[in-house]
């Protein structure tokens, strides 16, 4: 059973403050990796993807993957209370087609 | 920017009634998704279609679901005898390649009652 785990949270960081965000894959065959916020009753957004080990930077994100350690991690730099929301780390299954396999996020809370 | 459309937002059905959600994906998108989410739950994976054939489906999605893409634009699923299990959100999604990100319409909450 491939699986994706984050800590369920809640995250809490002050506004201004940098948020690190985890998540480990169980599919070793992985290739693609994504991010998504996703607001209480809303649809996930797509917030960041990376398909290399290293860093890769958007803004105030950054997405990081270490595929030997079989983790990536996305930092927000800089949050705001507009941050607060369920992160959910998406894995693109191997073996497959182009499924993708959810954790079942972490939940940050920015307060003032 | 372009977006994943779906339709209707809410929609409230009797047990073992047919309902069928609309989707029209991001129109230079070739690969199209349903995925749904229980109160509470993760995001689950339901079907992928690409070429106009499923290529891939996951254990949910028994004979009790199809999907169709009955023109150019549209997406459909359907569910044909409704169950109370089945209430979720339901999330339509498309991407451009096998590769690309995968980009999410609103959902259609689905209730059963």
């Known amino acids: 059973q491939k699986e994706v785990e984050q800590n369920s949270g809640p995250l809490s960081v002050p506004e201004g403050a940098i948020a690190s965000l985890n998540c480990t894959y169980s599919?070793?065959?992985?290739?693609?990796f994504f991010w998504y916020r996703q607001y209480s009753g809303k649809s996930p957004e797509l917030i960041m993807f990376?398909?290399?080990?290293g860093d890769k930077e958007d803004g105030r994100f950054t997405a990081q993957l270490n595929k030997a350690s079989q983790y990536v991690s996305l930092l927000i730099r800089d949050s705001q209370p507009s941050d607060s929301a369920t992160y959910l780390c998406?894995?693109?299954?191997?073996?497959?087609?182009?499924?993708?396999?959810f954790g079942a996020g972490t939940r940050l809370a920015v307060h003032p | 920017e372009p977006e994943v459309t779906q339709t209707p937002s809410h929609q409230v059905t009797q047990m073992g009634q047919e309902v069928i959600l609309r989707c029209v994906p991001i129109s230079n998108h070739l690969y199209f998704y349903w995925y749904r989410q229980i109160l509470g739950q993760k995001v689950e994976f339901l079907v992928s279609f690409y070429n106009n054939e499923i290529s891939e489906k996951s254990e949910i999605f028994d004979d009790q679901f199809s999907v169709e893409r009955p023109d150019g634009s549209n997406f459909t699923l359907k569910i044909r005898s409704t169950k109370l299990e089945d209430s979720a959100m339901y999330f339509c999604?498309?991407?451009?390649?096998?590769?690309?990100?995968?980009?999410f319409g609103d959902g259609t909450r689905l209730s059963i009652l």
């Open positions: 998406a894995v693109k299954s191997s073996g497959g087609y182009n499924k993708l396999i």
């Open positions: 599919d070793r065959g992985s290739q693609s």
């Open positions: 999604a498309s991407s451009e390649s096998t590769r690309g990100p995968q980009h």
């Open positions: 990376i398909y290399s080990n």
